[in-house]
């Protein structure tokens, strides 16, 4: 059974840092493109990055430069490093297994960026 | 960058009605229209992919149809457990985008 356990969020100042980590299972991990998805409080989906199985990034113009996505296959994880965070940041972040239709999602974890 | 527009915004239904909710886009992506559902607190559950195909694990009452710039999830006989926010989904070009969200009541 495929599982995304998400962790990392938290309050944060604006220009601080944070890094969102998730963990999978139930799946062959480097076989599989991975995304982050967050949604705004009260708010509609915002897609935010994708790493292809081998590597390849591509970002959100709202977060490029700022963001960075990883991945570590030998340890089935997935990573989201938030630098310069922005109160428009302020959401929460799903973990998402693919990069094109999503059937897998993590649980979700919110971070809040407030002065 | 595709702009999804969904039609309505809300809608009041009372159960075993039939709900048409519409995605426009504003571009042609064809048939790279997703539709997920979203309840309170929870993460998005994938209903309908490329426009017209189904998940294992849907209920039969969720369809989806169209291509291009035009597309329509119904949802057959609603239920009560249908009540949520759905959100369709465009995989056509980068940035991947979503509509807005349709809130569901049921009355």
């Known amino acids: 059974q495929v599982h995304l356990v998400q962790s990392g969020g938290g309050l944060l100042k604006p220009g601080g840092s944070l890094m969102l980590s998730c963990a999978a299972s139930?799946?062959?991990?480097?076989?599989?493109?991975m995304s982050w998805i967050r949604q705004a409080p009260g708010k509609g989906l915002e897609w935010v990055s994708y790493i292809s199985p081998d590597g390849a990034k591509n970002y959100a113009d709202s977060v490029r430069g700022r963001f960075t996505i990883s991945r570590d296959n030998a340890k089935n994880s997935l990573y989201l490093q938030m630098n310069s965070l922005r109160a428009d940041d302020t959401a929460v972040y799903y973990c998402?297994?693919?990069?094109?239709?999503?059937?897998?999602w993590g649980q979700g974890t919110l971070v809040t960026v407030s002065s | 960058e595709i702009v999804l527009t969904q039609s309505p915004d809300f809608q009041s239904v009372t159960p075993k009605e039939k709900v048409t909710i519409t995605c426009r886009a504003s571009?042609?992506?064809?048939?790279?229209l997703h539709w997920y559902q979203q309840k309170t607190d929870q993460s998005p559950k994938l209903l309908i992919k490329?426009?017209?195909q189904s998940i294992s694990g849907v209920p039969s009452r969720f369809s989806g149809s169209g291509s291009g710039t035009d597309f329509t999830l119904t949802i057959n006989s609603l239920e009560a457990e249908d009540a949520a926010v759905y959100f369709c989904h465009q995989s056509s070009s980068l940035p991947y985008t979503f509509g807005q969200g349709t809130k569901l009541e049921i009355k």
């Open positions: 139930g799946f062959t991990f480097s076989d599989y493109y």
């Open positions: 998402v297994r693919g990069h094109l239709s999503s059937t897998y």
């Open positions: 571009q042609s992506i064809g048939n790279n």
């Open positions: 490329y426009a017209s």
